[in-house]
């Protein structure tokens, strides 16, 4: 983590846990630049999109109370929704399955495009939308596809508050965050003054700057939760009892239906391990959580810098504090340094090469480039020598390993964290 601080610049907090108890808790850089404010484990961050799961949670809950089943149609608890999406189900929002059309409206933009610009809050399922757009057919067939939407679960928080008769803030704090003892956790309101908010940055060539005005409130369900590493401690802890979610909820929340999406929870696996996780960014913030449910590990990070950069490094952080936690090999975070390689040298690294996948190497004229799937190039390789190079993806690194004859054989490939080798093609 200090080599993540000093040669990545990570500006934010850690807390990994294991058996509900934490084993590393840590904080870097400044939550206030201009004051000269460190952050600490107890500043609170914007966690984007990792907010879904507490939206999901509370339509769970619902639920679980028999306020709602998640098969209902959305039209039973907003009589406004479009009749051209009647067939859309919550449980459709929650998975992001809903096929739901592409929008004009500032719902569709990133949350991080909102600004005091933005039209008035969304209120009601109309505000989503142009004129006329009501009358689009779904994109794909309710439950057939997998489509991540911002808008499905804004209209989630809008169920949320029809069904309970209260903001779905206040929901929240009451069903939740209070009961559970999350202090430092809420739904973001840019009037209320809040201590130890952390101030968020964004990451240009020619260093940090302020993050753009973003009021919280738009996004409601989609992303709007404020928290801490201890907060969000507590909440994997709730998960693995029966409060406030009982087993047949949480077994919802936890079970994928399509491109290993559950409710608010990415289920995939890391490290041959079962990992339930999800990610966040916002404007002037990202944020990452991890539970390995089976061998009762918790990691979360939370980061006050926002860019391509500092998204990729926090999904590299929590692979790697997860290979730390269960002595599996991990590397240091190092300064990579392009070196001098004359374009007709690329040929040597040029082809196809095959593992959990299939992609190539392409050189185009005095750039060599990875395609994938072969044929469509993704982005732009630099070697550090000539069996090293790193790509212009973030945390992307190759290292190239010579058969006998000294010709390239094999690629083993540094993901975010994850490894994994790739066996050159012959021609």
Not at 78 to 88: F, I, N, R
Not at 98 to 116: E, F, Y
Request: net charge negative; glycine share 8%; proline share 7%.
């Amino acid at each position: 983590m200090s080599a993540r601080a000093s040669v990545m610049g990570f500006s934010g907090a850690a807390l990994v846990a294991h058996d509900g108890r934490p084993i590393f808790r840590a904080a870097y850089g400044m939550a206030n630049r201009e004051f000269d404010i460190p952050n600490t484990p107890k500043t609170k961050f914007r966690i984007g999109s990792v907010s879904k799961q507490f939206t999901a949670a509370a339509v769970l809950l619902l639920a679980q109370r028999d306020a709602i089943a998640i098969t209902d149609p959305v039209s039973k608890h907003l009589p406004d929704w479009p009749e051209a999406w009647s067939e859309v189900t919550i449980h459709h929002l929650l998975t992001h399955t809903g096929g739901l059309p592409r929008l004009t409206t500032q719902a569709m933009l990133d949350v991080s495009a909102l600004s005091r610009t933005s039209p008035l809050q969304f209120e009601e399922v109309p505000d989503l939308f142009q004129p006329g757009e009501d009358l689009q057919p779904p994109d794909t067939k309710p439950g057939e596809q997998f489509a991540y939407s911002n808008v499905g679960y804004i209209v989630l928080g809008m169920i949320v508050e029809r069904v309970s008769g209260t903001r779905l803030s206040e929901f929240l704090a009451r069903e939740i965050f209070k009961p559970l003892n999350m202090e430092d956790t809420g739904c973001e309101d840019p009037g209320v003054i809040l201590r130890q908010r952390a101030c968020g940055y964004t990451r240009t060539d020619a260093g940090l700057i302020n993050a753009a005005y973003v009021d919280m409130r738009f996004v409601g369900g989609a992303g709007s939760v404020y928290s801490t590493v201890d907060d969000l401690l507590l909440w994997n802890n709730a998960l693995d009892s029966d409060h406030p979610l009982q087993a047949p909820a949480k077994e919802c929340l936890f079970t994928p239906l399509k491109a290993d999406y559950a409710c608010g929870w990415w289920i995939q696996k890391r490290l041959d391990r079962v990992v339930q996780w999800h990610g966040g960014n916002v404007s002037g913030f990202v944020a990452h959580v991890m539970r390995f449910p089976a061998d009762r590990l918790f990691i979360a990070i939370l980061c006050n810098v926002w860019s391509d950069v500092d998204r990729g490094q926090l999904r590299a952080m929590g692979n790697e504090l997860a290979a730390i936690a269960f002595g599996e090999k991990y590397e240091l975070p190092r300064e990579h340094k392009r070196t001098t390689m004359p374009p007709a040298e690329f040929e040597a690294y040029v082809g196809k090469y095959s593992g959990k996948d299939t992609f190539a190497i392409a050189r185009e004229g005095d750039r060599l480039m990875l395609q994938w799937p072969p044929g469509v190039s993704v982005f732009e390789l630099f070697p550090e020598s000539r069996v090293e190079f790193f790509a212009s993806r973030p945390e992307y690194y190759l290292t190239f390993s010579m058969d006998s004859a000294g010709k390239v054989a094999s690629a083993r490939i540094r993901n975010e964290g994850e490894e994994g080798t790739w066996t050159r093609m012959p021609p």
